[in-house]
């Protein structure tokens, strides 16, 4: 199991934890934690190697979108690109730190 550490700046305040999809084959798991503080900050577990380029570049593309402040933990089985930025998504609609 491999665990990627990533830190964005992030201006979107959430109101409320959330958790969406399941750890399970082509699937991630999104855990958020709202947090003041300008900053998203990002764990990734995944039982891939060799996609922290892709990892990042995923998550980058998210938060220049969706700068949502908080604690994201992100436990991954295998889940494509696409889906990972359905994940983030969901978390941030579900979380309220959607922009207006």
Do not use: I, K
């Given at each position: 199991m491999?665990?990627?550490?990533?830190?964005?700046?992030?201006?979107?305040?959430a109101?409320?934890?959330?958790?969406?999809?399941?750890?399970?084959?082509?699937?991630?798991?999104?855990?958020?934690?709202?947090?003041?503080?300008?900053?998203?900050?990002?764990?990734?577990?995944?039982?891939?190697d060799?996609?922290?380029?892709?990892?990042?570049?995923?998550?980058?593309?998210?938060?220049?979108?969706?700068?949502?402040?908080?604690?994201?933990?992100?436990?991954?089985?295998?889940?494509?690109?696409?889906?990972?930025?359905?994940?983030?998504?969901?978390?941030?609609?579900?979380?309220?730190?959607?922009?207006?």
């Amino acid at each position: 199991m491999r665990t990627l550490h990533f830190t964005f700046p992030a201006t979107l305040r959430a109101e409320r934890r959330v958790h969406v999809g399941v750890v399970g084959s082509g699937d991630l798991e999104v855990l958020f934690e709202p947090a003041a503080g300008g900053t998203a900050t990002v764990r990734v577990r995944t039982s891939v190697d060799g996609f922290d380029e892709v990892w990042r570049c995923a998550l980058q593309r998210f938060f220049a979108r969706m700068p949502v402040q908080g604690s994201w933990e992100l436990n991954d089985a295998g889940a494509t690109p696409a889906l990972v930025t359905l994940r983030l998504h969901q978390a941030a609609a579900q979380a309220g730190g959607e922009a207006s």
